[in-house]
């Protein structure tokens, strides 16, 4: 075969067939599903937490509506800067902090910026060098195990004002794309234990969904 998208494809298709056998296989002589190849169970959400959440049909939307013109926005794990140069375009803030390891990838234009600062190095260390309750709106999407979830999360809580809110990108249990457990919805669920309800979840076509947090009663 001399087609390499071809091959790296059917590579893939024939995995799958096997990963879909070998899970079955596995919940017939467990007798439960495989549920190890997840990160942990995660908390249910109170329905208490979801007094006030609304749906969006997607994360842009979500953006739209809570996040401010004018504030002071993080963006932790930033890629390409596309997601960024949307937010600028979208909100103007007065500040918009960029987290990555490296930022050899980012676009010009974002990084141009006179509103953006590069933060370069693990996401959590450059987060907690940042001042407390400076933040009106985080968002959370570099390493997705619960560990570094937890971590980003961690770091962030108190760098966020008392009204500010915590967006979580990849709301899932499982990446489809690259079949690898993530520790999103634990990591997010978690909020709801420590006083933060949901005011929105955006159900992105993709099936990568974001949820956002604020302090119950702000
Ligand atoms: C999914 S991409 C971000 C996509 C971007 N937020 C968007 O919506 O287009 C994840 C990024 O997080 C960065 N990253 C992963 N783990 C990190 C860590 N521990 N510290 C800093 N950056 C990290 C990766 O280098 C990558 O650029």
Redesign the pocket.
Known sequence: MDDPVLEARNQVNTCLAELQTALSNYWREAGEPPSFILEAAAPALPQGALKNAKLYADRDLLMQETLMEGAIVA??????????ARMLEQKSPAELHL????FD?VRKDVRANPVVTEHQ????G?ISKLPDSHFDWI?L????DLQ?VRR?RNASIPKLKPTGILVF??YVHWSHMLAQPYGVVVAANEMAQSGWDVVGLAITPHGYWDIAFRRSGS
């Open positions: 963006e932790v794990g930033t890629l390409n800067g596309n997601w960024a987290f990555d390891k490296t990838r190095g693990h996401s959590w450059e968002y999407d570099a390493a997705h570094s980003d990108n990849d």
